[in-house]
């Protein structure tokens, strides 16, 4: 996700951000199991993996179709979201389509 410079990260969060050696944001935490780094891309993807399952949980399967809309406010973050998307399946069909303020998949 590309970062946005009016994010101000409050000591008192518990995590950390920083660029890797290679510029890719990283989100520095504890876990039970120890430290952890990884990207917003795949957090954002646990997350939306969280809810699939609460969803399939609640109607009984996973659904085949995804739409996520995105107020004016959240432009920026839409590619890491494609990103998680990507990183939580490769088999669905990524639309972004910002006049609605959406980000479509579907499982081919």
């Known amino acids: 996700m ?3 410079p009016n994010i101000k990260i409050n ?3 518990g995590f950390k951000v920083e660029k890797d050696s290679n510029g890719i944001l990283q989100i520095h935490f ?3 199991s120890g430290k ?3 990207t917003p891309q795949f957090l954002v993807a646990v997350l939306i993996n969280y809810l699939l399952k609460s969803v399939k949980e609640f ?3 996973r659904p085949k179709f995804v739409q996520i809309q995105l107020g004016n406010n959240f432009r920026w973050i839409v590619n890491g979201v494609t990103e998680a998307l990507k990183i939580l399946d490769d088999k669905y069909d ?3 389509e910002w006049t609605e303020k959406l980000i479509k998949a ?3």
């Open 106 to 108: 579907e499982i081919l």
């Open 11 to 13: 000591p008192k969060w």
């Open 30 to 32: 504890d876990t039970c």
């Open 94 to 96: 990524i639309k972004c």
């Open 59 to 61: 109607i009984g399967f």
């Open 2 to 4: 590309s970062s946005n």
């Open 36 to 38: 952890r780094n990884e």
